[in-house]
């Protein structure tokens, strides 16, 4: 008898104070909503209020994933949460989300691979229950809120990133005809040093001249090589399909790290695939790092775009510079 790990319910959760392109005219002095509307397609995001947090957003969104699953807080077995700005640097958010929860049966750690966070927690989980029955419902949350380390005067970053959680419940089920399929990960480290939050850890503890410099926020230091996230996506995709046995046009739904639409629509190229099969939600939440593709799911299932049966694809990818990518068959 064979355990695999299913996707029985998903959940997001997005603050509502709603930041619009008009915000950042005034901000920079400039009119910056153009290039947004024209060029990345970005309209709105959403940030978090001042006492709004990582593991607010990371317990709402679990709210929603349990309520529509029917999953009661004792249920679940082990809660990973995928976040890059961490609720504090120890211990992990993960920890307070539990307490927050009542999840007085989970375990807890937290994932940080970056905006190929969230993929990277899913196949821990899947790992997780494939591997011991004692691990029967998992709860990956994957949580951002940026907005808190950006320089707002930076015009690389301060328009493009934003806040929010999604959340998925893992269940074990024996001798599925459905579930997890196929897996990837990939790590390109001589790119570790082009964009980050650099400052706040042992390599530069914060002093008063990182914060007068504002060296303790997101910084985009160095261009990435053109077409390395499509190129990377696509060859990922097909990698997966190869070993399932399917061609990628079977693939019901393809999501992908929301930096950049046209990184999204290149890969859809790369695949020979129409852009619409590849579900973008940034035009009304900015970037939300490794909440981009949970909540780019749940608007896809709301939408009516993926159904029980289909094969859905998730390809992330994130400053280190990581990918992972996984497969499942719903």
């Known amino acids: 008898m064979k355990r695999n790990a299913i996707i029985h319910s998903s959940g997001m959760y997005v603050p509502e104070r709603v930041i619009p392109n008009s915000y950042f005219d005034e901000l920079l002095g400039e009119n910056v909503s153009q290039w947004l509307e024209s060029f990345v397609e970005i309209y709105e995001r959403r940030w978090c209020k001042e006492d709004q947090s990582t593991a607010f957003l990371a317990a709402e969104a679990a709210k929603v994933a349990m309520q529509k699953g029917n999953i009661k807080p004792e249920e679940i077995d082990l809660l990973i949460i995928s976040t890059d700005t961490p609720e504090f640097i120890s211990p992990s958010t993960a920890s307070k989300v539990q307490y927050m929860l009542g999840l007085k049966n989970a375990g807890t750690f937290d994932i940080n691979t970056a905006c190929a966070g969230f993929v990277t927690a899913l196949e821990t989980g899947v790992k997780y229950i494939q591997a011991d029955k004692k691990y029967n419902t998992i709860l990956v949350v994957g949580a951002y809120a940026m907005s808190k380390y950006l320089n707002l005067l930076d015009k690389k970053t301060v328009n493009l990133f934003a806040d929010g959680a999604g959340a998925f419940v893992l269940k074990a089920e024996i001798d599925s005809k459905r579930g997890y399929l196929s897996s990837r990960m990939r790590t390109f480290g001589e790119f570790h040093e082009y964009m980050g939050i650099y400052a706040g850890g042992t390599f530069q503890p914060i002093t008063e001249n990182v914060l007068s410099e504002k060296k303790h926020l997101l910084e985009i230091r160095k ?56 579900q973008t939600s940034m035009h009304k939440f900015g970037y939300t790092g490794s909440a981009c593709i949970p909540i780019a799911f749940e608007e896809a299932l709301q939408q009516g775009k993926i159904k029980q049966g289909d094969v859905v694809f998730l390809i992330g990818s994130g400053g280190g510079l990581a990918f992972s990518s996984i497969a499942f068959k719903l």
């Open 223 to 278: 261009k990435f090589p053109n077409g390395i996230n499509p190129e990377t996506w696509a060859e990922m995709a097909q990698e997966m399909a190869q070993e399932i046995g399917i061609q990628t046009n079977e693939v019901s739904q393809y999501f992908l790290t929301q930096i950049n639409i046209h990184s999204i629509r290149q890969t859809m190229d790369l695949l020979q695939l129409p852009h619409n099969k590849a």
